[in-house]
């Protein structure tokens, strides 16, 4: 299976993302299951924000990326004749 674009949250920046919809101003140790790496790729990639000493808020890049279409990989049809 081909590796997911960037510009699409995995799981655990996707569950990041939700809390931070649903209660902005979030601790790093709220953000579970992103761990500190995850947290600051997210930040890297502009979806999260540091706010008010070590509180993340969600950005409107973050929010489009929630939105995002993810991609359904086609099964190979096959062909009788």
């Known amino acids: 299976m081909p ?5 699409l949250p995995h799981y655990a920046e996707r569950a990041a ?6 209660t902005p101003g979030l601790p790093a140790p709220h953000l579970m ?3 500190p790496k995850t ?4 930040a ?5 924000e ?16 929630l939105k995002a279409v993810i991609p359904i990989p086609r099964a190979p049809q096959s ?3």
């Open 39 to 42: 947290i600051a790729k997210m």
């Open 79 to 81: 062909r009788t004749r």
């Open 3 to 7: 590796s997911r674009p960037s510009h």
């Open 17 to 22: 993302l939700q809390k931070l919809r649903a």
């Open 44 to 48: 890297a990639k502009g979806w999260i």
């Open 33 to 35: 299951p992103a761990g």
């Open 50 to 65: 540091l706010q008010g000493g070590a509180r993340y808020c969600i950005t409107p890049a973050g929010e489009a990326a």
